[in-house]
């Protein structure tokens, strides 16, 4: 392969120095995928280095896929073998194979975000905690941020504020002990434990950490500055064999410091990694001049970063626009008008057109205006469809086949379809489970048989006996096999047909789907390959699900719409308090502040060739209009680099200054940047709870709360999903079994507890 022809300068020097460790430095747009897979065939091709020798993790599955495909088309020799995955998907092979030596059998189940909650509220009910004041949300937040940092259960109350004494902490500390312990007797791991005990194996384990030091040669870490404690040092330890770790990120890019990812990973690489080479990327190949040039004097401002600055050879572009907008619903309107406007005389598709928000809460009223348009569109981000209830369904029948201690999702298809078997059954089984120290399952199997549970027993032997069956079909048929069996032996297909609605015709056509997935999982692997599809089900993500087929207008967060670009791009909400967020102006230190210029520079880099800020001077919060003061960030950029006049805002500039608080540059002191290990415990818990506000609901006269199963006198039973605290009235999310998902005041619904 000629590099020389593909690659720039720099392209090609971090493609050929390939010893040690290397820091690459790769701007937005500057081909950061293109050196990683070049860096690949290169070590094969022109190092002789065995493909099982090479590593590549990157953060989605969608981008390990395009990875693995890109190596295996341009590759002149036989590169089947290099290890490309996700850092999750990793840890799960790590774990299957060497699972047993810190006491966990190497098929448990992986726990998604439901069945981690579902799990909780069992702990919660155990602990006798208030899940009206308390979610189980609040507790799984905190803990996810413990095992982020490496903070097992029993560290768990030194490294909080208080060092474990405040009530608040205590009752965290006994609800991640008995979490845990929860998981490990249903022989599971939650998404945060894949890499937690991953870097806990091979921290503990001689031969573990040999065979993986010995296998991995060449380590490569796309997306580097999202990592965080725990990826640092799983990644840390499999390279620290060779050496030869590369890591390719750009911190001007870390945007998800709120889900644990450390900026200082990258920012202090060469400390980490002594006699580091650093390569930086700086050709931008994405978008216009212009565009670059705004983003450029925008992110310079930031203290916390290494020094580059984009370029690029593309055309020099339409000056980047700035509108601003009497209302929030004038705003959406005009974005609506223009989309619609540039297709027709652009004659360029709606999939080119991307519109970007800080918060959900922004995508309401664009979606309204966008349908009396009559422009089609998309949000990104909707309900993924393994969490829709008949895939869940299934899936829990497919687990409880692969590991019968899962006592989460045995619960959940015990009565599924309905088989008479009830919440009074369920509790003497419960009750008889934990008398005889045994699983949920095998009270089912040993209790059911004995007839313990009176008139019900006959059906749960029944249950059993169906279930032994799968569990030896498993072994030797195909998933989608298997699957047809479960759906139509359980009854489950029968009984959305009775239905004969549109609702369940739907999930007809999802389990249709599902059975798809499974026949294009059978193409590839042999038959009694049943964890492995689990497995591969249980690691997809929502980014992955952008199907690019689609002719619409995207509509997403600012955070989704990482890692994609698209020809012209539409960033609103630019106002102080939204964007920037009011707790990043306010936050104590910088740190939050330069994330959400990051998060702003990144919005900016998604344009090719159009981008478009807007800004309401009149937003709808809480119920009321009020008047929004002009974004920071729209002022930081110089005047000559906006088409459209700022000359109104500076004449109020004086008015507005004085009724915003104090910032840095109207004298505040200078806030302080944390270093690593120096962030103190008092202030990221701080955070934290922060984080979680709102979780905690202090009136009483609600009856219910969040995974209840409530009554509805239109709209049928359905489980309370959220409740959120808005004044006057609690608004309350439904997920209806045959309505779908509801959102209604407490004081209108009359919701009734089942």
């Not at 490309?84 to 998604?112: E, K, M, P, Q, W």
């Not at 089984?429 to 009176?454: H, M, P, R």
């Not at 489950?492 to 059975?515: G, H, M, P, Q, V």
């Not at 478009?612 to 003061?629: A, D, F, K, P, Y």
Request: glycine content about 6%; aromatic content about 10%; hydrophobic content about 35%.
């Amino acid at each position: 392969m000629n590099y020389e022809e593909i690659l720039n300068e720099q392209q090609l020097l971090g493609v050929r120095t390939t010893e040690g460790p290397v820091l690459i430095l790769a701007g937005a747009g500057s081909g950061k995928t293109r050196v990683l897979v070049h860096r690949i065939c290169y070590l094969i091709e022109e190092c002789d280095v065995n493909p099982w020798n090479i590593m590549a993790i990157t953060f989605t599955n969608k981008a390990a896929g395009e990875m693995r495909s890109r190596i295996e088309n341009m590759s002149e020799v036989e590169s089947d073998g290099v290890w490309v995955s996700t850092f999750h998907s990793a840890c799960v092979r790590i774990l299957r194979r060497f699972g047993d030596h810190i006491g966990y059998d190497n098929h448990f189940t992986i726990y998604d975000t439901e069945d981690s909650k579902a799990a909780m509220r069992e702990v919660l009910k155990g602990l006798n905690v208030d899940q009206k004041k308390y979610r189980e949300k609040y507790f799984l937040n905190i803990i996810s941020a413990a095992k982020n940092e490496l903070v097992d259960e029993e560290a768990f109350p030194g490294w909080t504020a208080s060092g474990g004494k405040s009530d608040d902490d205590k009752m965290c500390a006994k609800a991640y002990r008995a979490y845990q312990a929860r998981l490990k007797e249903s022989d599971a791991m939650d998404f945060d434990d894949l890499i937690l005990k991953t870097v806990e194996l091979l921290r503990k384990d001689e031969e573990a950490l040999a065979y993986y030091q010995r296998k991995l040669q060449y380590v490569m870490v796309d997306e580097y500055q999202d990592t965080n404690t725990a990826q640092f040092e799983l990644v840390k330890l499999l390279a620290s064999g060779s050496g030869n770790l590369c890591v390719v990120g750009d911190d001007d890019q870390s945007i998800y410091r709120f889900r644990g990812a450390n900026i200082y990973n990258i920012l202090n690489f060469e400390q980490n990694f002594p006699n580091t080479k650093v390569i930086k990327l700086e050709q931008n190949y994405r978008s216009t001049q212009k565009i670059l040039a705004v983003a450029n004097a925008m992110i310079k401002l930031n203290q916390g970063r290494k020094d580059k600055t984009l370029w690029t050879e593309n055309d020099e572009g339409k000056q980047v626009r700035f509108k601003q907008i009497e209302s929030a619903y004038g705003e959406a309107e005009f974005v609506a008008t223009d989309v619609e406007r540039k297709h027709q005389i652009l004659n360029e598709p709606y999939s080119h057109f991307a519109v970007l928000y800080r918060t959900n809460a922004q995508s309401r009223i664009l979606e309204e205006k966008f349908l009396m348009e009559n422009v089609p569109y998309r949000i990104v981000g909707g309900l993924n469809f393994y969490q829709r209830r008949e895939i869940k369904d299934i899936l829990s029948y497919l687990r409880v086949i692969g590991n019968h201690k899962d006592d989460i999702s045995i619960r959940r298809i015990l009565n599924v379809p309905k088989r008479g078997i009830g919440p009074t059954t369920e509790a003497k089984i419960s009750q008889y489970a934990q008398d005889n120290g045994i699983s949920y399952y095998e009270a089912l199997k040993w209790g059911g048989g004995a007839g313990v549970f009176g008139r019900s027993s006959a059906k749960i032997a029944d249950f059993i006996t169906m279930m032994e069956t799968f569990k030896e079909e498993a072994k030797t048929i195909p998933v989608k096999e298997l699957l047809e069996h479960v759906v139509e032996q359980t009854g489950y297909r029968e009984a959305l047909e009775a239905e004969k609605s549109d609702n369940s015709r739907a999930r007809i056509e999802n389990l249709n789907e599902f059975l798809s997935k499974a026949a294009e999982f059978d193409q590839v692997h042999e038959p009694g390959h049943l964890l492995e599809f689990l497995e591969e089900v249980a690691l997809i993500a929502d980014i992955d699900r952008t199907s690019p087929d689609e002719d619409v207008v995207l509509l997403m967060t600012m955070h989704s719409a990482k890692g994609l670009e698209f020809p012209h791009v539409y960033v609103t909400g630019f106002e102080d308090g939204l964007f920037p967020s009011y707790p990043s102006i306010t936050a104590e230190t910088d740190e939050e502040l330069e994330e959400e210029r990051r998060l702003c520079y990144v919005a900016m880099t998604r344009a090719m060739k159009t981008l478009t800020l807007t800004r309401s001077r009149i937003r709808m919060v809480n119920g009321e209009q009020r008047r929004t003061r002009l974004s920071r960030f729209i002022k930081e950029i110089p005047d000559e680099l906006l088409d459209g006049s700022l000359e109104e805002e500076r004449k109020k500039r004086q008015e507005e200054q004085q009724q915003q608080p104090q910032d840095a540059a109207a004298g505040r002191k200078k806030k302080k940047f944390y270093r690593p290990g120096e962030t103190a415990a008092a202030s990221y818990q701080k955070k934290l709870q922060n984080m979680n506000a709102g979780t905690k609901i202090e009136k009483q006269e609600l009856s219910y709360g969040v995974g209840d199963r409530v009554e509805h006198a239109k709209y049928g039973q359905g489980v309370v999903s959220a409740i959120t605290d808005g004044g006057r009235d609690y608004e309350v999310s439904v997920e209806f079994d045959d309505a779908g998902k509801k959102r209604m005041f407490a004081s209108f619904a009359k919701l009734e507890k089942i």
